[in-house]
């Protein structure tokens, strides 16, 4: 993932709540003009300074298998709405910090230009005791998240899972000697949760054939000759073989999340893409193979203000950093995270909300503790995220919709933000009749009635929930809204 000096996480169109990743400390590692121009464009443009090192990213998909195979794969992915994002590896042994100095982010063996040589040698001393694969994903399936994807191999180029074909991995090259995909992919399989891995495709920084535009993210104080690489070499050496050894060696993988197509060709997206669904057809695999291939679309750190036509699905993570970062306590309010896995629920997506455990295999109590308290406010309004689709409507003032086709009409789910104060919820321009209203949580029935203005709904003079209620709207036939 790509950690920027500002980032801006949107909701539903209005800034919820602002996460600024480090623009002090990060100023001496980029020129002062571009960090200007990238604040000025976040600001301008409402959305998160954010290079996925992906030059497809704002288009549109190019399928290919038939769209009802495209569906296929992807309908346990569009029922779950929610799932687990890992990032972990040797940057977490100190807290993206490296002999002293501040690394800023995951990044760091970058961002310090730390020789592969010296960075390969925290490895000597990773040996995160206290991981506990099934201990993480009943934290992810007590949040109500349905999968967990992990960074089986970041931008650094060290593999967290045993790799035959790469000695620079856990089980090989630190005292832990475990391999931590293997154990969550069989705590998922006992909890009952899909699993998946992701992989640092476009940019490896142990490999020397691994070219980023004008070196822009490439290995060029080890390697700094940009000319000479050849991202054939690495793709044959390295990718596919460790992809097959993923797909192979821990069963079912349901999603293989790659990150930073960057430099990658066509042939090579179309040839990765080939392998995975040979070796594993229900794979679903995200844009990030590149060249505007995948089953679905990516948003990191922000959410679209109208979503996508494809499948899409946001990342974020929960406070400033993607990898552990000893200090930052700069946790998004529970509240926050809740309306945002509304809104994208609301407009189709899917929300990948990420932790970045300790290097002692711990995830922060700041994490846990807020998806423990989402997957409360799951508990009692689940139905109206898992298995939704988007809102019919193109703005609601009070708050945002979900919907789920049932019989011969609809179910609409409100979610209420703001709780009217003079006790009448108004559903604007809705023609259907009503069939019935409750609240979702207890099933307290609501008188409801439809005039000029659309449906009107007496509801209690106090909220259920002061950060999202749920009202259950039946109506009948096809949905008719002006």
């Excluded at 997957?375 to 919907?403: E, H, M, Q």
Aim: with cysteine.
């Amino acid at each position: 993932m790509d950690q920027r000096p500002c980032s801006l996480s949107i909701h539903g169109g209005a800034a919820q709540g602002l996460s600024f990743m480090h623009p002090v400390r990060s100023s001496r590692f980029w020129p002062k003009a571009w960090v200007a121009a990238l604040a000025l464009a976040a600001a301008v443009s409402g959305m998160a300074a954010v290079d996925p090192g992906d030059a497809h990213s704002e288009e549109s998909l190019i399928k290919l298998d038939p769209p009802e195979r495209v569906a296929q794969r992807l309908e346990w992915w569009s029922e779950a709405r929610f799932g687990l994002f890992i990032h972990w590896g040797l940057y977490a042994q100190d807290g993206c910090h490296w002999k002293g100095q501040d690394g800023i982010s995951e990044h760091m063996m970058q961002h310090l230009k730390i020789p592969l040589a010296e960075y390969a040698k925290i490895a000597d001393d990773f040996n995160p005791a206290k991981f506990d694969a099934g201990e993480w994903v009943r934290i992810a399936k007590d949040a109500g998240m349905k999968y967990v994807i992990i960074t089986a191999k970041h931008h650094d180029g060290f593999a967290m899972f045993n790799s035959p074909s790469s000695d620079y991995n856990i089980v090989a090259r630190t005292p832990f000697k475990r391999d931590p995909v293997k154990e969550l992919a069989e705590a998922c399989r006992r909890q009952g949760l899909k699993f998946g891995v992701y992989y640092s495709l476009g940019r490896d920084w142990q490999d020397p054939d691994v070219p980023t535009r004008n070196g822009y993210r490439s290995n060029t104080w080890d390697y700094p000759d940009e000319a000479k690489k050849d991202f054939r070499k690495y793709f044959e050496r390295k990718v596919k073989p460790q992809v097959q050894e993923l797909l192979t060696q821990y069963g079912p993988i349901a999603v293989l999340w790659f990150d930073t197509p960057e430099e990658i060709p066509k042939d090579e997206s179309l040839e990765l893409a080939g392998l995975i669904h040979r070796l594993q057809p229900d794979c679903i695999i995200n844009q990030r193979v590149g060249n505007r291939f995948g089953d679905y679309r990516v948003a990191e750190q922000k959410i679209p203000e109208s979503g996508f036509s494809d499948p899409w699905e946001t990342c974020m993570t929960l406070n400033r950093h993607w990898g552990y970062y000893k200090g930052d306590e700069d946790w998004k309010p529970t509240e926050t995270l809740i309306r945002h896995l509304i809104d994208i629920a609301s407009k189709g997506g899917n929300f990948l909300l990420n932790v970045g455990p300790t290097g002692e295999g711990v995830i922060p109590a700041g994490s846990a503790g807020r998806l423990h308290e989402i997957g409360a406010w799951l508990k009692v309004n689940g139905d109206a995220i898992y298995g939704t689709t988007a809102s019919p409507f193109k703005k609601l003032d009070w708050g945002r919709c979900t919907k789920k086709t049932s019989g011969d009409g609809m179910t609409l789910y409100l979610h209420v933000f703001d709780w009217p104060a003079d006790g009448k919820l108004i559903v604007p321009g809705l023609r259907n009749a009503v069939v019935s209203a409750t609240l979702l949580a207890g099933g307290q029935p609501l008188p409801a009635s439809r005039d000029d203005q659309g449906v009107t709904i007496a509801v209690p003079a106090t909220a259920p929930d002061k950060i999202s209620s749920t009202i259950v709207l039946t109506v009948k036939g096809p949905l008719q809204i002006e």
